[in-house]
Structure formats: structure tokens, C-alpha cells
């Protein structure tokens, strides 16, 4: 579905995505998905135990950022076709921040706004949500800082949140 080179999406995944349910990013870039396919399964009595979800690939900056969200918008788009213009002027509004904002405010933005429109059923992204842009890119938290360019902690180490 998604291109060359890229691992096919899971259809659970697909499901959730065009359901508007909440998917993290960096679980439809195909470094991860390969992993996943890799993962051993254990079972207890028959029920397969969860384990603490690994992850080659991290969303710590833009290029990655929006490779993913490229996947996630061709995904919807196979569904909601509607949605290509919305879903592409809000690519543009994160992409504009990372250029304008240094560090990880414009992919704190991105998860916030995200998780509310889950959970409000948003379905126009074009609009910028003023308030969580403010509180994520106006705070005193966001101000240049040198320890943002220390390296990303290993995959499993469990660092943060996920976008």
C-alpha cells in the first residue's frame, strides 16, 4: 500500500488509523514494523503474554517525522480521500515550526494535537489548535537548549513520549 521499499501496514493498523483512533507514528515506519514481525511469541495457558514493545526507529526530529506522517496520511486518504488537504496544510504547519522552532516543540505539538483530535473526533486538521500550539511552543520549557542535541536514548530503554 504504502510504496517501495516500505513494509505493507498491518491491518489492524489500518483499521485504527482510518477509525481515527490514535496510532503512534514511529510504529508505521518499516524498521519497526519488520521488528515486529520478528518478535518471538510467548503464551501462558494458551493466551499470548504482551511484552514491552521494542523499537528500532524513534521520532526525534522532522525527516523521520514526516516520513511517518506521510504514511499515516496515505493510509487515511485510501479511506477518507476528503482528507488530503487537510491532513497536508497540517504536514506544512509542523513542518513550518521545526523550521521556525528549535528542539522537539513542534513534535510536542504534533502528539498533543493528535491525541485531543482522537478524542474529540476531529476530522479537519487544517485549523491550528491555538491553545496547545501556545502552551507547546510559547512556554520558557521550549527555549533553545543544548541538551537537545545529546544522541537518543537505545531502543526498549523506554525514553519518553512517542509520536
Known sequence: MVGPGHVPIPAKQVSKITSGQFVDLADLLSANLRLAEQEPQTFLDGKLLVSKKCRQVEIQEILTWTEAFTIFQMVTCTTHSYRWPDLTKYKLLIIQTARQSPGRACLEYH?????????????????????????????????????????????????????
Open 111 to 163: 502528539l498533543a494535537f493528535r491525541k485531543d483530535a482522537a478524542a474529540n473526533g476531529l476530522s479537519d486538521w487544517s485549523k491550528m489548535n491555538s491553545e496547545l500550539y501556545n502552551f507547546h511552543l510559547r512556554s520558557p520549557a521550549h527555549l533553545p537548549n543544548p541538551g537537545l542535541l545529546a544522541p537518543a536514548p537505545p531502543p526498549c530503554s523506554g525514553g519518553g513520549e512517542q509520536y
